[in-house]
């Protein structure tokens, strides 16, 4: 009896082994992509494995640090950890089942508000605030979900989606009160002094971001950590986003992935602490610019759509491109940049340019007629029309032409010589009548003759 007793386990132990060399080994799949920064190049990793593994998240560099991009759980697919999804799935939910029944004859009466952590939809679990607690911020670290990551004990094993950068120190500024000029493309990033180890307080530590009008600007919080709300929900320490004197976010906690996007081209960001350190990590923010700058718009043309991506000008009826005899331009907007920098002006179609050329020849053989046929064209109600039978010759341009002449240059340069020939005798008349006016005799030794007969004294 014992010996067939070993030889069934023996056959257990030997179906189980087979089983066990049947089931593929855990894969993992990982790729390096390279970022070029100011301060250096910056190391993105893509990883894909099963979660019950343990996670090494390493920088090649001793001068770069890492924060997590992407941390992602996904209860729905189990291909990185060789199990069957069915099996699995199948096994949760008599198991789920089981625990309901039992709870259901024990704990009814608490099944008002009482939720229960097995109930949650575990398909994708973001677990990025575990990983910056562990890792954001160090050159190396590892990561277990089963034991890093609060109610991960229980989980059944599946695939796990990581992406984190190993970024440059010289790359990320830190300095509070400054301005940065946002450029296209990556952007920049910041990080809070004193990130990941604590944050300083005691004033506010804020910074400018600018770009060109027309652009916004992108705020992403990688890793956000500071003073946890206080029990009534206000915050002794907060982070905030101002545009304009309005506030565009306000938060104090824990947070990863957080975005903010400004509706202009200036925001400014804030770190307001009320103690001069405290032992949080801070944030790492990274700023990018949305959209491209404002384009003049070419003579005879407006945009009848506009979006971040593109914008769509349009020449008024009867204008078009002259380059592409279109009368609509789609402009795409890639890295901060749109796919043409200027535009040229709309000009007429060769429609309108004839109608324009068949309205005056109208108007010029109107002219003519009128000469012709003797029509007075006036202003006012009694212009009349009168119709001769005069009728000109070929002569009679020439003649026209020299009377014209006569009235625009003789008859002028006639009466000019006219008036200077009469202020000429005027002035010599007046001439000769004061000549008439000066007496015969003249000098203070010319003496008066006496008449006869008086005696001189």
């Not at 986003?241 to 957080?258: D, K, P, Q, V």
């Not at 109600?381 to 014209?404: G, I």
């Not at 009235?407 to 009469?422: E, K, N, R, S, Y």
Request: aromatic residues 8%; neutral net charge.
């Amino acid at each position: 009896m014992a010996s067939r007793s070993t030889q069934i386990v023996l056959l257990l132990l030997a179906t189980r082994f087979t089983l066990l060399l049947s089931t593929p080994f855990p894969s993992i799949t990982r790729s390096v992509v390279a970022v070029k920064l100011t301060g250096g190049h910056m190391e993105i990793v893509h990883e894909e494995r099963c979660s019950d593994s343990t996670l090494r998240l390493t920088c090649r560099s001793l001068k770069a640090f890492i924060f997590v991009l992407e941390a992602e759980y996904q209860m729905d697919r189990t291909e990185y950890c060789g199990y069957d999804l069915k099996r699995v799935q199948d096994q949760s939910i008599r198991y789920k089942n089981g625990r309901s029944r039992y709870r259901s004859k024990t704990n009814r009466q608490l099944r008002g508000n009482y939720v229960d952590e097995d109930d949650e939809d575990l398909s994708n679990v973001d677990l990025r605030s575990s990983l910056n607690r562990r890792c954001s911020g160090h050159q190396h670290c590892r990561f277990n979900m089963a034991t890093d990551h609060p109610g991960a004990t229980t989980w059944s094993p599946a695939n796990l989606i990581l992406k984190y950068a190993c970024i440059p120190e010289a790359a990320v500024r830190k300095y509070c009160n400054t301005q940065f000029w946002v450029p296209g493309g990556e952007g920049g990033y910041l990080k809070s002094p004193g990130y990941p180890l604590y944050y300083t307080g005691g004033n506010t530590c804020g910074w400018i971001f600018a770009s060109f009008p027309g652009q916004k600007i992108v705020l992403t919080f990688h890793d956000l950590n500071i003073r946890s709300p206080e029990t009534d929900g206000s915050c002794v320490d907060v982070v905030r986003i101002r545009e304009n004197s309005n506030t565009l976010y306000e938060f104090c906690g824990t947070a990863a992935g957080i975005k903010v996007t400004s509706s202009s081209n200036i925001v400014t960001l804030d770190l307001i602490a009320s103690t001069r350190l405290y032992p949080a990590r801070g944030f790492l923010v990274q700023y990018q610019v949305l959209g491209c700058p404002d384009v003049s718009l070419p003579n005879g043309s407006y945009v009848i759509n506009s979006t971040i991506d593109s914008r769509t000008v349009i020449c008024q009826v009867g204008s078009t491109f002259p380059d592409t005899k279109n009368r609509t331009r789609i402009l795409e907007c890639k890295d901060g940049r749109w796919s043409e920098d200027s535009l040229p002006n709309c000009v007429a179609t060769s429609a309108v340019i004839l109608k324009a050329e068949r309205e005056n020849n109208h108007i010029s053989n109107l002219s003519e007629d009128s000469l012709t046929s003797g029509v007075r064209i006036g202003r006012g109600d009694d212009a009349a029309a009168e119709s001769t039978d005069f009728v000109m010759d070929s002569a009679q341009p020439a003649m026209m032409k020299e009377a014209d002449y006569v009235v625009d240059v003789v008859l002028p340069t006639i009466l000019i010589a006219l008036l200077f020939v009469g202020n000429a005798v005027i002035i010599y008349i007046i001439f000769q009548y004061r000549k008439r006016k000066v007496p015969a005799f003249q000098g203070e030794d010319v003496a008066l003759s006496a008449p006869s007969g008086v005696p001189q004294v």
